[in-house]
Nanobody, 116 residues
């Protein structure tokens, strides 16, 4: 099992920044990728950003140029730096880890609210 603990959500005004952290523990051997998903009220969950163990990254078009995902392998932690936040970014953000290419784990989620 892999446990994921998120932190860093909150309330921010439009144009502001937040940084989310996701710390992994437990059976961390074999984690191929870590990422962030978000779900806004009435909408489907969507991938925001993902980073592989080799450092490759993937972003949703809506956040390219504003969000940056990074990973500290020594701390088993992934980060999502979110700049120029907009009200449409308001959602519950959940950390995700993929292990052995088939096993998926989720954090508890953290609320990000952007006021206009």
């Amino acid at each position: 099992q892999v446990q994921l603990v998120e932190s860093g959500g909150g309330l921010v005004q439009a144009g502001g920044s937040l940084r989310l952290s996701c710390a992994a523990s437990g059976s961390i051997f074999g984690i191929n990728a870590m990422g962030w998903y978000r779900q806004a009220p009435g909408k489907q969950r969507e991938l925001v950003a993902q980073i592989t163990s080799a450092g490759g990254t993937n972003y949703a078009d809506s956040v390219k140029g504003r969000f940056t995902i990074s990973r500290d392998n020594g701390k088993n932690t992934a980060y999502l730096q979110m700049n120029n936040l907009q009200p449409d970014d308001t959602a519950i953000y959940s950390c995700n880890a993929v292990r052995l290419k088939t096993l998926m784990y989720w954090g508890q989620g953290t609320q990000v609210t952007v006021s206009s």
